[in-house]
């Protein structure tokens, strides 16, 4: 069985892409999963303060059955359990984020899954994101482990500093001034720009500001499509 993918950066996110168009639920899914279901230790193990083996969020055991003599992930001691399946009754607790774009028709709304594996001790020793290829089996081309590095930067999306002369490519955007607002993030995103300035600062604040309502699906969009991420 030929090795997975591993995600570094959001870079490598980006050109993945998971979750990547509307309706897919993917992006969110992760950043919930990365902002909200998981922390680390002292270890930098990845632990949780809930528990996926009693089906918290949906969360299901995953079998990782033979599919064409192939298995989707590496055979592992642990067990692995899947979150995601919007259809499952753990939809509802999901933040409103996660699942504004789920339609409940057989469509790409709820082709997105994240996997992880489970040691005794309840660290999470494996994360992968995969994607439904049909209602039964996965996608491995599409299938990727996600690295520490990885969920903490996605962890951190609230404030970000971009220096390195990055205006240029911001001014090709034509986002001189925006400001996204989600209402069910409850975060705004807005940036100011410099021309005599070599550093461009970009801020994600948690204040609610009375703006106009844009889908989060757009607000973590902007993120990927700007490769923005500290360093």
């Known amino acids: 069985m030929s090795k997975l993918g591993t995600l570094n950066e959001m870079d490598h996110l980006k050109r993945s892409g998971f979750g990547g168009y509307y309706p897919r ?11 909200d279901f998981i922390t680390f230790d002292r270890s930098n193990n990845i632990t949780s303060t809930y528990h996926p083996e009693r089906g918290d969020f949906g969360f299901c ?7 064409q003599n ?3 992930l590496p055979d592992v001691v642990h067990k692995y359990y899947e979150v995601g399946n919007l259809s499952s009754s753990g939809r509802h607790d999901f933040p409103d984020y996660v699942t504004e774009d789920y339609t409940g028709d ?13 040691t005794n001790v309840k ?8 994607e439904h290829i049909d209602l039964k089996n996965f996608n491995r081309k599409a299938t990727y482990r996600i690295s520490k590095g990885l969920l903490k930067h996605i962890r951190n999306l609230q404030k970000l500093l971009l220096c390195n002369g990055r205006e240029e490519h911001l001014i090709q955007t034509g986002l001189h001034t925006l400001t996204f607002f989600s209402h069910a993030l409850s975060l705004s995103l807005s940036y100011s720009l410099s021309r ?9 604040s948690s204040e609610r500001a009375g703006l106009p309502a844009f889908s989060s699906h757009l607000l973590l969009q902007a993120l990927l499509s700007l490769s923005i991420y500290p360093k």
């Open 123 to 130: 660290w999470f020793e494996m994360v992968y994101v995969t």
């Open 70 to 72: 192939v298995k989707l």
């Open 196 to 204: 005599s300035s070599s550093c461009c600062c970009l801020v994600v």
């Open 61 to 67: 055991y995953f079998q990782n059955r033979l599919d």
């Open 106 to 118: 057989e469509d790409d709304s709820n082709m997105d899954r994240i996997i992880i594996s489970i």
């Open 25 to 35: 639920h993917g992006l969110k899914l992760l950043y919930w999963f990365a902002k």
